[in-house]
């Protein structure tokens, strides 16, 4: 025996959709790295640009800074998804260790990039500030890992919204210049 299934009600209650705050920040934080990258970063697909000059005595220290912390960048949102932490538990480690070495080479690069400015004519401000942001980012880092080597999810998951919010600042920062 077959059963009849009655025809949607055009009354019907539509889907709501939520828009979660975390999603908002998330895109917010990507608007902000394609403005930064298109507005202050497109000099470097472009090698005849005249800042290449500039950048010629830190190019070797430029890179990895750039990489490893764009690692870190990219790779930190996705540590805050429920979903991808519950089912792909191990993905979420791997990525946590490319997340923590992003930290712990891209931030003393940083400082030390901002150090060499400094003695090619840079103020000593943003040499203080770099040297402050490395110094938390990597100390944030620091206690995200040893919470969760010893268990206390809880605290990491703190930890390492507070490491995030530090990788992000030198880009707000940076905006602003």
């Not at 472009?46 to 950048?55: A, G, L, Q, R, V």
């Not at 792909?88 to 080479?105: C, L, N, P, Q, S």
Request: charged fraction near 15%; include cysteine; proline fraction near 5%.
């Amino acid at each position: 025996m077959a059963t009849a299934t009655a025809p949607a009600s055009s009354t019907a209650p539509r889907p709501r959709i939520v828009i979660r705050p975390k999603y908002l920040a998330f895109t917010f934080v990507g608007i902000m790295m394609a403005y930064v990258a298109v507005h202050n970063e497109s000099f470097l697909v472009n090698w005849k640009d005249p800042i290449w000059e500039h950048y010629k005595t830190i190019k070797w220290y430029l890179l990895p800074h750039g990489i490893t912390a764009a690692f870190a960048l990219l790779l930190g949102p996705l540590q805050f998804s429920d979903r991808l932490r519950k089912r792909f538990a191990k993905a979420h480690r791997v990525i946590g260790r490319f997340y923590v070495a992003g930290v712990f080479i891209g931030a003393p690069l940083g400082f030390y990039i901002q150090y060499v400015e400094e003695q090619m004519g840079g103020t000593r401000n943003f040499t203080i500030a770099a040297a402050a942001d490395a110094v938390l980012w990597i100390f944030s880092t620091v206690m995200a890992l040893m919470f969760i080597l010893q268990g206390k999810v809880q605290q990491h998951r703190q930890w390492m919204t507070r490491s995030f919010a530090c990788a992000i600042r030198p880009f707000c920062r940076f905006m602003a210049r």
